[in-house]
């Protein structure tokens, strides 16, 4: 309001030129206008009539019409989605003979997955019942007020958000320059332990931060914003503006499987050994039992490595065994069945891999986790399509 | 260019304690030159193994090597101690090689072949019996035996490996001592008389390859002939000699009838030479997996090669069994890569090679090739 206020006043200002009292005077009272806001009832500013206001109110811009008629019809159509999924829900409850009252999403799921049982490989595929909110997407509130006046800064750059993010991290960088400058002033030093700890955490992926922004983001804005961001981190004293930079990492999601490591077991000679069952691999099957100490032995279905003649199956096998050093401390024995040689190689090469858990370091884990020995092959053989030679293969193509 | 050969020739002095030695005699090897090589002299190299004898990788390889080196194991030196202690005028003893792909059967018979080289036996090598059984070229030359009813032929076989003996013997055929025994006719107007040296009748089968397998027949008579009266010492190398047992062969007369190995005329000699009835020889034979590809169940045991039919005619033998590498040689191998230039990078790679080789020279040797 200040604003407009102010934009009034300079205009009128021409008017009363030739008076300077005046002139002073409407300073002062400006100034005291815009700091308070409070209005004094003599005040000189209101012998005048504000017409360019006065007109403005009135008229209500094209764009913001749009958009009221648009946020109108899009509150009717959530408010009329709610009732239906709320009487959807009590329909289900009674289906599925529960108190409607207490009936609640995860019960929804449930109920879904039971009625509409499903085999589609993609989980979002699969039939759904979720409250309007989750399911379609939220939208902008209006970026400008009832005079057509956008209320965000940015607003004609097209992406206010993401500029504004930009535009916050280089606030803090030029803060973070400045104390340090004081500290070396003061000829101090940065503190060791507030140093920030970033390794267990990354940066949001670019979908995620469209999200958080509510805006399209493309690929070089993307790096734009990692780059700033990275050199904000860089910075000895970043870690003043820690919740700005939190607010755009996630954690890694590497700790799950630490807390489900098994304490390996001890046989009567006292050595320890663990066995993974379950190794899979397209259609092999089988398990591994590693044992420690060991002298590097493999044993594979009673044979030793020799049991797959290619060097390719071969490698698979100790790869985890080279990857973490252990290739002339522990001993591998595996069951495989089923399968070729390029399955049961992989399988034993996730159940080697799985075992080793047990008697690798906590940094191990972690790269073997970015290594992917950790990852489970879910693939499968893909079947044969009729009316053509294979699972993509199409016949060759002939004029006639 | 100086600087560079001191620099070869350092390092070549700085390693080569570790994986040569300069024993080169095979007489002279003992435990203490187990998993070192040996280097074998050019010449005497072209004549014992210039007709087959080493493993074709193998000879490719030491082209690149500009020199044939053989490493001294167990199994060979084993052999070579028997030979030594054996009383020769005893029957002939019968040593059997056998085990898994790639150990290095053929290896431990060129060693043994080096050995009985300078020892001065009369050596009869074949280099690989399947050579002669089952590689079938477009133009494998064949014909019905002259002198044996439903018998074949493969002259051109029997002649080259004439050839392959001459060489083998070269020094020792000059020797006035080998006369033939009796006369042999091969036509009205061809004959050889009682009497004549032995490199007659070599020179006749490789001129008139017609008369090659019966020439190979009656050498072989001849040897074993003048082998019983003391004259010499005789040493027979088969490899792959289970060939001779299998039910079948490729070859296939003009009628296109199939042919088993003992209506070969060559197979009935050798079967002849691997008989026990005579003495002053040795008998190296190696079983080999490759020489039966027919077999169902993959057995590296001489009984499961030989059959009960090659094992009832080879009885009484000495098997010997040709393991992989052990550690220390492996090791000695892979420096002398490593001095070749053969095998470069971090000596992790080591680690890994053993693992993945799981010690067999053959699957080494194929696996450090592209390094």
Known sequence: MSNVIKLTIRQVIPVSKYSSCLFNSLNKHVREYSSKTVTNADDIFKQFTDWETLSKKKTVSKAMKAYLERARQHDEFMKKQEVEY????????????????????????????????????????????????????????????EAGRPHHFLFY???????????????HLQESYKFEDKVIRKKAVPDQNSKLELSSSMWVTKEELELILMEKVTDLEYENFKLVME?????????????????YRKPLASQKFALEIPKPKFDEEGRAYITTYECLRKKARGDVTIFSPGTGKVTINGRDITYFEDIQSREQVIFPLIFTGLANKVDVECNIEGGGPSGQAGAIRWGIAWGLRSFVERSMLESMQVAGLLTRDHRRRERKKPGQPGARKKPTWKRR | MLIRN????????????????????????NSNHVGLFYTINKDLCKQ????????????KQSKTFAETVIMVRQPALDIIACMKASDLEKPVTKYVLYGEEGTGRSMTIAHLLHYAFEEGYLIIHVPWVSDWLRRVQRHKEMSNSLTREGMVDVPLDAAAWLLHFKTQNQHLLKSPELKISKEYVWSKREKTEAGAPLSELIELGISRVKYACDVVDAIVHEVKHLSNT????????????????????????????????EEVTLTTSILELTKGDWKNGVIVLSADMIANPDEQNKQIFPMNLLYRKGFNHLDPFVPVKVDRYSEREFITCANYYRDRLWLRGPPEIEAELKLTSAFNPYKFMEQCAPL
């Open chain 1, 86 to 145: 709320n009487i959807g829900k009590r329909h289900l409850a009674n289906m599925m003979g529960e108190d409607p009252e207490t009936f609640t999403q995860k019960d929804v799921d449930r109920a879904i997955e039971y009625l509409f049982p499903s085999g589609i490989y993609d989980p979002a595929a699969r039939p759904l019942m979720k409250p309007p909110e989750e399911v379609f997407p939220a939208r902008k509130a209006a970026e400008f007020d």
């Open chain 1, 231 to 247: 050199r904000l981190v860089s910075l000895p004293y970043s870690y003043r503006c820690i919740e700005f930079i939190e607010k």
């Open chain 2, 48 to 59: 014992l193994y210039g007709h087959g004898g080493l493993p074709k990788s193998y000879m």
């Open chain 2, 6 to 29: 001191i620099r070869y020739a350092c390092r070549r002095y700085s390693q080569a304690v570790t994986f040569r030695t300069a024993e080169s005699s095979p007489a002279e090897h």
């Open chain 1, 157 to 171: 750059t097209g992406k206010p958000n993401f500029f504004k993010l930009l535009y916050d991290a280089a606030e």
């Open chain 2, 230 to 261: 003391g004259k010499f010492k005789t040493f027979v190398a088969v490899d792959g000699y289970n060939g001779f047992f299998n039910s079948l062969t490729r070859l296939k007369t003009p009628t296109k009838k199939k042919v088993a190995p």
